[in-house]
């Protein structure tokens, strides 16, 4: 069976020789993926209405929005899989509409969903992937079995991957996407079908790689997961960037702190009740998330401090202090106005 077209995308293509005409194609930049105007239509849908994105090399741009938004037909542009209507994009220093395939040498793409041959083995997987990637027989094996012990698939190495159940399938899509030490690696959905445990360890190869230089493009419908990974955040709605920045930034978009307090001595609770009523927001009320713990919206640092110094005055120890920024899960909402439930379907865009 020919290898799938999710990895057909970072092949070198051996047929097409390499010229000084194509490395002269190359822009140099400080950035991995810049994009600039990107506008795509689908018959009536404008899938893409002018996206500007930029990725800086060696870091994480995470991109968000709901379903539909137009995270994945850009993801396509980007990797050589469409070609846009209008704009332009360089991806490693090529542009993707007139050098597609030294773009191809140097990403490598996973999508929404696991694409691998499950007649072969996990392992020939990897191994045909390398090969065609000019790897010698020796260093393709090398670099499979790397792979393998990285996404925990040693054991299973040498069965068929029609046998795996559907994380581990998605686990080997992605080591294969790596086969090649892409210089950016753009992640659709990553970690769809992954139990919370495989997904942070999933989070932690990216980190790896991208400690090790690679550029990542994650789009993603986990907001915890664009938290804990990117460096900046896109946020894209009805094929318009709408929001770019950091999580940080991005969550005093909504406004409020939230000030929690855990009293150490349950006979506390009502002292720390009203020094939390006299610190909170106008008109905000104390809430009690869980036992013994109390939460109160708040404008910013000075609620704190003039908290704990009420707590001192009154001799109330504390087990728990936390100011914390809303969630991106909030921010999110107030961009889009929908809610985000972490529930990953195909974007319906053509």
Not at 284 to 302: D, F, I, K, M
Not at 306 to 321: G, H, M, N, P, Y
Request: aromatic content about 4%; hydrophobic content about 40%; charged content about 25%.
């Amino acid at each position: 069976m020919a290898p799938s077209l999710t990895h057909i995308t970072q092949l070198p293509f051996p047929s097409l020789p390499f010229t000084q005409d194509a490395y002269d194609g190359a822009v140099s930049t400080e950035n991995a993926v810049e994009a600039n105007g990107l506008v795509k239509s689908f018959k009536k849908t404008k899938a893409l209405q002018g996206v500007d994105l930029t990725v800086p090399r060696g870091t994480v741009l995470g991109v968000l929005g709901p379903n539909g938004a137009g995270k994945t037909t850009a993801v396509r542009i980007l990797a050589t899989l469409l070609q846009p209507d209008a704009g332009s994009a360089t991806v490693a220093g090529f542009d993707v509409v007139t050098h597609p395939a030294e773009v191809r040498k140097r990403v490598g793409l996973t999508g929404q969903y696991a694409s691998v041959d499950e007649e072969l083995t996990g392992r020939e997987n990897l191994v045909m992937i390398a090969q065609l990637l000019n790897m010698s027989l020796t260093d393709a094996r090398n670099r499979s079995t790397q792979l393998l012990e990285w996404f925990d698939l040693t054991a299973a190495a040498d069965r068929n991957a029609k046998t795996y159940s559907g994380g581990m399938r998605r686990r080997l899509d992605l080591a294969a996407s790596l086969t090649g030490h892409p210089d950016v690696v753009f992640l659709d959905e990553p970690t769809t079908g992954l139990d919370p445990a495989k997904r942070e360890d999933m989070w932690d190869v990216v980190r790896d790689i991208v400690a090790q230089g690679t550029s990542v493009l994650l789009t993603t419908q986990y907001l915890e997961e664009a938290d804990a990974l990117a460096d900046d955040i896109v946020v894209i709605d009805k094929g318009k960037v709408i929001a770019h920045d950091t999580a940080s930034n991005l969550k005093r978009i909504v406004g409020t702190q939230t000030l929690r307090i855990h009293p150490t001595d349950a006979k506390d609770i009502d002292a720390t009740r009203a020094i939390l009523e006299s610190v909170g927001t106008a008109g905000s009320a104390v809430a009690e998330p869980r036992r013994g713990e109390l939460a109160v919206p708040v404008s910013g640092q000075q609620a704190l401090e003039k908290a704990l110094r009420a707590a001192k005055t009154q001799k109330i120890t504390l087990t728990e202090v936390a100011l914390q920024l809303p969630s991106l899960d909030e921010v999110f909402f107030t961009l889009t106005g929908e809610r985000n439930h972490s529930t990953p379907h195909p974007e319906e865009e053509s």
